[in-house]
């Protein structure tokens, strides 16, 4: 468990003010002391001001689809129940019993009407209402059942079916959070008729990584993937366009920052590329869905890699195949860092395919992404054993006391001829090249923000990075405040609190835009 | 008193078991050294080598994904990973993982089209590098072997993991 606040600054004050100087003096050379991938004290400051009050992926929709279908979910250390309800809402209920705090959810998955503690047998709704208190008339007379549901996620919300939750009871709304990001979001989800599902179950294994790594690879590490992945265009599992040198190629490749998260992406100008998917995913994707320029940016697309702050990415590779005989696929990958410790994290990585595809697509999808990402992928393997080398390092008696600093300076104006895309039809500051590590700067500059403002103080609040202005989401659909914590299925749905208090009064908008 | 039909029957199985068990062995053996082409030719070439994902329920002790995997390979996919691991840029493997398969609990059938169910137990050590750490995987694997002379081809593999949620940094070897 997070130590509370007063207690971890009351055991290390000083601890706190250095190590935050030091990050400090660091970010404003584009620099980050890499004692921060492996310390106990960045790792509870993150838990207490990052994970504890920020908007963090729970789940998709599509992943408990009929009513009292539920799945286990975390928020870092925090267990939680992720569960659609018998009124068929999405819930997010803190997996403790309100009696004595016994666990009450002992699987993975399933489905279920009622959740009843093994302790003393408390029983609860899927709704968490408490409905059954065994021997109530003599062992708890005056309980008032209605006073002891199961906590929820002080806030609930979703955006295209990704649910998210927020332990904070105040701060930006995901609306606010995701800002015009939702138009990468939306190339991703909405394009598809009938919507992106997920196949199967996620990916989860625990690697000895700390988790701001991952989260640094996918906020725009194109550098990266030509040399670390080398092997896979030696040989010919994916093209030389999406695993060649980044910049060498004849792609058109952008990196896009964006109300404080990241796009990658490599483009052939004027083809029709569509990730590479097969002709029968093609056929879904319908322009009606998006936008014009949504639907051209989509359709030139040979890659689409991606950060949402803090601890969510995703990618769509295409090109790639896993046998250099067989056709190849784009797939949309999803994956989420779960730290565990500032030097483990649990990985989380989720396949998707549009709904309406034929099975033996789906199936295809999933092995092209299998084969390549999750614990046994081609791409993935290498990465990790490369990550597990800097946290290491990180918890170096040297690291500590010679300032050791990780480099990120790639993409500023000191390092490179710095060009930006003014033509880009999307929102967001647009590098008119893939290599810089800015996005990655900009990601450790709000990282550094939360955790040096206290959980009670100020709000978290965000400043688009200048160009921001063009968006064209259409996803915002009205706030909906029955039910605690519960969200209505598509588009922004309710965050009422246990308090009490009305969306609108934490300043979001009650009807999206 | 056993019938000398029955004696006859107990030694074909014996026999049978005893040949299984060699051919395991000596893939297992390959693989720990590491030639695994030589490893791919005991696969044929329709081989189906899966490794589903395990889902913990609350009231199945056994219970796997049916479109979730570790692998879920064909013999052209995992020729493309037997042949990334020999790259010098196959990371995951630089330096080449230390591996020792042991196989146990093995037990065999013969199937009515003359293939031979064989069932066993993996416990698979994994080490790495210069460090202390290490990890096993187990499970246990369900084969379809094709008789080929006084030995066998891999027609189909499925490995069951135990690991609901595996501790470990990549799956880099075979199983
Ligand atoms: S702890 Fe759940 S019923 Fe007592
Ligand atoms: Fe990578």
Same mark, same amino acid.
């Given at each position: 468990m997070p130590p509370t606040e007063s207690k971890a600054t009351a055991q290390q004050p000083d601890d706190h003010a250095d190590l935050l100087a030091e990050i400090e003096a660091s970010l404003g050379e584009g620099k980050l002391p890499l004692q921060t991938f492996n310390s106990e004290a960045v790792h509870q400051l993150e838990l207490d001001r990052l994970f504890g009050r920020e908007w963090i992926f729970v789940g998709h929709e599509s992943e408990i689809p009929e009513e009292g279908d539920y799945a286990r979910r975390y928020i870092a250390g925090d267990p939680f129940i992720f569960v659609r309800d018998m009124n068929g809402d999405v819930q997010v209920l803190f997996? !403790?019993? @309100?009696? @004595?705090?016994?666990?009450?959810? @002992?699987?993975e998955q399933g489905n279920t009407s009622h959740f009843r503690c093994p302790?003393?047998?408390w029983t609860y709704k899927n709704?968490?209402? $408490?409905v059954g208190v065994p021997q109530k008339e003599v062992?708890?007379? %005056? $309980?008032?059942q209605s006073e002891h549901g199961l906590h929820s996620a002080p806030r609930v919300d979703s955006y295209a079916g990704l649910v998210f939750a927020s332990l904070?009871? !105040?701060?930006?709304s995901l609306e606010e959070h995701l800002g015009e990001f939702t138009w990468y979001l939306d190339i991703q989800?909405?394009?598809?008729?009938?919507g992106m599902e997920v196949i199967g179950e996620p990916h989860r294994w625990v690697v000895e990584t700390n988790w701001k790594t991952g989260a640094d690879n996918f906020?725009?590490?194109?550098?990266?993937t030509g040399f670390a992945h080398h092997s896979i265009k030696q040989l010919g599992l994916g093209g030389d366009d999406t695993v060649?040198?980044?910049?060498?190629?004849e792609t058109k490749d952008r990196h896009v920052h964006c109300d404080g998260h990241t796009t990658s992406t490599r483009m052939v100008e &004027?083809?029709?590329?569509?990730?590479?998917?097969?002709d029968e995913i093609v056929d879904l994707f319908n322009p009606d869905n998006v936008t014009a320029d949504q639907y051209r940016a989509a359709k030139e697309a040979l890659s689409f890699t991606g950060s949402v702050f803090p601890n969510l990415a995703f990618l769509n590779f &295409?090109?790639?195949?896993?046998?250099?005989n067989k056709d190849v696929t784009g797939f949309l990958g999803l994956r989420k860092w779960r730290p565990l410790g500032p030097n483990k994290t649990e990985i989380w990585s989720w396949a998707f395919a549009p709904k309406r595809a034929s099975e033996a697509t789906k199936k295809r999808i999933y092995k092209v992404y299998m084969s390549n990402f999750g614990p046994s992928g081609n791409f993935e393997q290498d990465d990790v054993s490369i990550w597990n080398g800097i946290t290491d390092v990180a918890d170096s008696t040297f690291a500590r006391h010679h300032d050791v600093e990780l480099n990120y300076?790639? +993409?500023t104006e000191e390092m490179s001829e710095v060009a930006y895309?003014?033509?880009?039809?999307?929102?967001g500051t647009v590098y008119?090249? %893939? $290599?810089?590590?800015v996005g990655m700067q900009k990601f450790h500059d709000q990282w550094f923000e939360h955790l040096s403002t206290? @959980?009670? +103080?100020t709000a978290m609040s965000r400043e688009c990075?200048?160009?921001?202005?063009?968006a064209k989401t259409d996803g915002c659909g009205s706030a909906k405040t029955d039910g605690c914590g519960s969200v209505k299925t598509g588009g922004y749905g309710s965050t009422k609190t246990d308090d009490g208090e009305s969306p609108s009064e934490r300043g979001r908008p009650e009807d999206g835009e | 008193m056993a019938t000398n039909t029955d004696r006859e029957s107990e030694l074909d199985r014996f026999l049978l078991k005893q040949r299984v068990e060699r051919f395991l062995y000596e893939e297992a053996a390959l693989l720990d050294r590491r030639e695994q082409t030589e490893w791919l030719a005991?696969?044929?070439?329709?081989v189906e080598y899966k490794a589903p994902l395990r889902i913990t329920r609350?009231?199945? %002790?056994?219970n796997f994904s049916r479109s979730a995997y570790y692998f879920d390979e064909d013999y052209g996919s995992l020729e493309a990973r037997v042949q990334r691991f020999e790259?010098?840029?196959a990371w995951s493997e630089r330096p080449p993982s230390r591996t020792r398969r042991f196989v146990t609990n093995v037990r065999a059938t013969e199937r009515d089209d003359g293939t031979v169910d064989a069932r066993s137990y993996l416990l698979l050590y994994y080490g790495q590098g210069d460090s202390s750490s290490y990890t096993f995987l187990a499970g246990r694997r369900e084969d379809v072997l094709r008789p080929n002379g006084e030995t066998f081809t891999i027609a189909k593999r499925h490995v069951y993991l135990d690991h609901a949620v595996p501790k470990i940094d990549k799956i880099s070897v075979f199983l």
């Open positions: 997996d !403790s019993c @309100r009696h @004595r705090g016994a666990k009450l959810c @002992r699987a302790y003393h047998g709704t968490g209402d $408490l062992a708890f007379k %005056n $309980l008032d904070g009871d !105040s701060g930006e989800f909405k394009l598809p008729d009938g906020a725009g590490d194109s550098y990266h060649g040198i980044a910049g060498a190629g &004027g083809e029709e590329v569509f990730m590479t998917y097969p &295409g090109d790639i195949t896993d046998d250099p300076q790639m +993409g895309d003014e033509e880009w039809p999307g929102p008119a090249i %893939n $290599l810089e590590e206290p @959980r009670d +103080g990075g200048g160009g921001c202005g063009s | 005991l696969l044929d070439e329709d609350e009231h199945v %002790n056994d790259s010098e840029y």
